[in-house]
């Protein structure tokens, strides 16, 4: 069965600071990874995924199948970046998403 | 993306009782699915929604407590049965593209209080 981890509940940054919200996965095969983001009040809506391969809102995140890893960076924190984000899996044959726990990331001014 | 509503956005409830939440999709869309998100937790898949049969329920939950409908490509009915307090949460329904590697997309979730 797949699992995804994030193991940060909350990470709390400076405006301008580089943030890294972390993401391990385990599963045997090759799944595809995604990051959705909730800010506050708002929907949950899909942030970017790995096949993607694209930079959304200044966020990137590299799949990293040797260390099973999908973390999301940002160089520059933003106080709007200030949301819930949670990193999901989603099996190479399959539909159903597995989510980890989820993130809150907090820019301070 | 597809523009995914929900009915309620949220209601109070008394326990023994049930509550049925609608989901209304705008296009047709292969996959349905309806999630939880206890207070302060992740989102569990609850089951996939499949159209013209039963509806495939995650370890954990069953048919009696939480019956699916899905008479359509456009529509699904999450009832939750018999609520005690532990079944206050966060009810999403989520829509996808099975086959595709399209992204699911969220509709804004159910917000469920049992007293």
């Known amino acids: 069965a797949q699992r995804v981890t994030q193991p940060e509940k909350l990470l709390s940054v400076f405006k301008g600071a580089p943030v890294e919200l972390k993401c391990n996965y385990s599963?045997?095969?090759?799944?595809?990874l995604f990051w959705y983001v909730q800010y506050s009040r708002q929907r949950l809506q899909l942030l970017l995924r790995?096949?993607s391969r694209e930079s959304i809102k200044g966020f990137t995140a590299d799949l990293n199948k040797g260390e099973t890893s999908f973390h999301l960076k940002k160089p520059f924190a933003q106080e709007e970046d200030s949301a819930m984000y949670y990193c999901?899996?989603?099996?190479?044959?399959?539909?159903?998403?597995?989510f980890g726990g989820g993130t809150r990331l907090m820019v301070k001014p | 993306s597809a523009v995914i509503s929900q009915k309620p956005s949220r209601d109070i409830c008394q326990r023994g009782t049930s509550l049925t939440i609608q989901c209304q999709v705008d296009?047709?869309?292969?996959?349905m699915f309806w999630y939880r998100q206890q207070p302060g937790q992740s989102l569990t898949l609850i089951a996939t929604?499949?159209?013209?049969?039963?509806?495939?329920?995650e370890s954990g939950f069953v048919i009696d407590k939480f019956p699916i409908s899905r008479p359509n490509l456009t529509f699904s009915t999450l009832t939750v049965s018999n609520m005690s307090p532990e079944d206050s949460s966060i009810y999403l329904c989520?829509?996808?593209?099975?086959?595709?590697?399209?992204?699911?997309?969220f509709g804004d979730g159910t917000r469920l209080s049992i007293l």
């Open positions: 989520s829509v996808g593209e099975g086959g595709s590697n399209q992204p699911q997309h």
């Open positions: 599963y045997s095969g090759s799944p595809e």
């Open positions: 790995h096949i």
């Open positions: 999901a899996l989603r099996p190479n044959a399959g539909n159903m998403l597995t």
């Open positions: 296009s047709q869309v292969t996959m």
């Open positions: 929604a499949n159209q013209g049969s039963e509806a495939t329920y």
